[in-house]
Each structure stands twice: as C-alpha cells, then as structure tokens.
C-alpha cells in the first residue's frame, strides 16, 4: 500500500494510516488474524522507519566537492592538488595533478615529472569510509637516483599512459567541523612506457636507441588532506 501511494499519487502514508488499515486487511486476509496484533504494529513500524530513511536520504543529500592534497607527494618535493566532485551518492570523480620541475640536492639525483590521474570512486558508505577506484593515468618524467643513467620519455613526448585500480579510507580529520578530512590511498595499474636513457651527467650524451615497453607499477601512496564544499548547513554525514 504505501509503495503504491507514493508511485500512484506521490503521497507518504503515515505509520497511524498504516496501522489504521489493519482492521479491513484482517477482514480480507483471514490469515492475519492468526498473528498476534502486537508483533503486526511493530512490523508496519520497522517498514515505515525504512521509508523514512529512504526518503530522507533522496531528500538530504547534496553535492560535495573536495579540494585536496597529497602529504606523500609533497614529502617527495612533488607539488599537488587534486578537486573530488560527487556524481551521485556513494559515487565521484577524482582529478589530481601532479608536477616537480627540480633535483634533489643533485643533479645527478632527480623525479622530474608532471602527471595527471582522472579517477572515479565508490564509496561503500554514501560519504567518507571504505573506497574503491579505477583510475586512468598520464605522466611525463625524467628521473635519475644517482647512479649511471638518467631516464627520460621519448624526445619528452612520449608520456606514461595507462591505468589501474586503487582502494582507500577517507574520514573526518576534526570532530568539530566534518568539513577536513584525510585520506589514506593505494593503487597499482598497468602502463605503456616509451624512454630514452641518457648517461647521467650534465649535458650527458644518449644511448644509442629506445625502450618501449609496458610495465605494472605501484602508482598511487597518498595521505591527502582536504577541505569540503557544498554540504547542506545541518548534514553531518
């Protein structure tokens, strides 16, 4: 009765209407009678309380959008930012960016790179908790950790491209204000790289040749920070 009031008509029956229908039920379904009036009220009372829940959650959720940073990245002098957007409860699409334009202490000793990772996520809970994502990804780079060759992408037009799978936990960072929140992340995917090596020296020569290949890499370690937008003034999700 009360999913078809609301699909016929848009009205929301009440618990009392609910129960104010159990007297003519039981005259058309003798079988009812049979079962104790008490355990019928409480039964229509855990219905409506579900219908309520839903209701409420069709009518309170709101757009967030998140503006957020990688702690990780920056630790590596790679600076970061990234805006998270809901599409619909329990889904949204994530987009951080990342570049690094210097050597660490050394030329010889260096993680050039800029890199975009669009990515969309579930979340097992409507808001903040347990995630899952798929990502796709694009970097170009040019690195070197000291030793005899420095690797860069081919004639530094031939990014990374790819992408994989990564699982996370988001939470509120202050009991006071939900609106900052952390996030722990960890992702891998499967990439077609193309890079030229080069002695590594300053101005140092090429190796004659190329290597392309496709490799599977760990590339997603975040702890990032954020700050939310967009709540409904109440919602403490």
């Known amino acids: 009765r009360k999913s078809k009031a609301f699909s016929r008509r848009g009205?929301?029956?009440?618990?009392?209407?609910?129960?104010?229908?159990?007297?003519?039920?039981?005259?058309?379904?003798?079988?009812?009678?049979?079962?104790?009036?008490?355990?019928?009220?409480?039964?229509?009372?855990?219905?409506?309380?579900?219908?309520?829940?839903?209701?409420?959650?069709?009518?309170?959720w709101s757009r967030e959008i998140l503006v957020k940073s990688n702690a990780v990245g920056w630790a590596m002098f790679i600076a970061n930012a990234a805006v998270e957007i809901d599409i619909i409860p329990h889904l949204s699409f994530s987009l951080p960016i990342y570049y690094s334009g210097i050597d660490y202490f050394s030329s010889r000793v260096r993680f050039r790179m800029f890199g975009v990772y669009p990515e969309f996520r579930y979340y097992i809970?409507?808001?903040?908790?347990?995630f899952v994502g798929l990502h796709a990804g694009m970097a170009y780079y040019n690195f070197a950790i000291g030793g005899d060759w420095r690797v860069q992408d081919k004639d530094g037009r031939s990014p990374a491209l790819g992408g994989g799978i990564n699982v996370?936990?988001?939470?509120?960072?202050?009991?006071?204000n939900s609106r900052w929140k952390?996030?722990?992340?960890?992702?891998?995917?499967?990439?077609?790289?193309?890079?030229e090596r080069f002695v590594n020296t300053d101005n140092g020569p090429k190796e004659?040749?190329?290597?392309?290949k496709t490799v599977f890499?760990?590339?997603?370690v975040g702890v990032n920070f954020s700050y939310s937008?967009?709540?409904k003034k109440g919602d403490k999700r």
């Not at 809970?125 to 347990?130: F, Q, S, T």
């Open 125 to 130: 809970k409507e808001r903040d908790g347990l």
């Open 229 to 231: 937008f967009g709540v």
């Open 217 to 220: 890499a760990l590339d997603n």
């Open 11 to 60: 009205e929301k029956l009440s618990c009392t209407d609910l129960k104010n229908l159990l007297p003519s039920l039981k005259a058309r379904l003798p079988f009812l009678r049979e079962v104790d009036s008490t355990a019928l009220q409480q039964s229509i009372m855990a219905m409506d309380n579900a219908y309520q829940k839903f209701f409420k959650g069709s009518d309170d």
């Open 182 to 195: 952390m996030e722990f992340t960890l992702g891998a995917g499967v990439y077609d790289v193309h890079y």
């Open 208 to 212: 004659f040749g190329s290597v392309h």
């Open 168 to 176: 996370g936990y988001r939470m509120p960072l202050l009991k006071k």
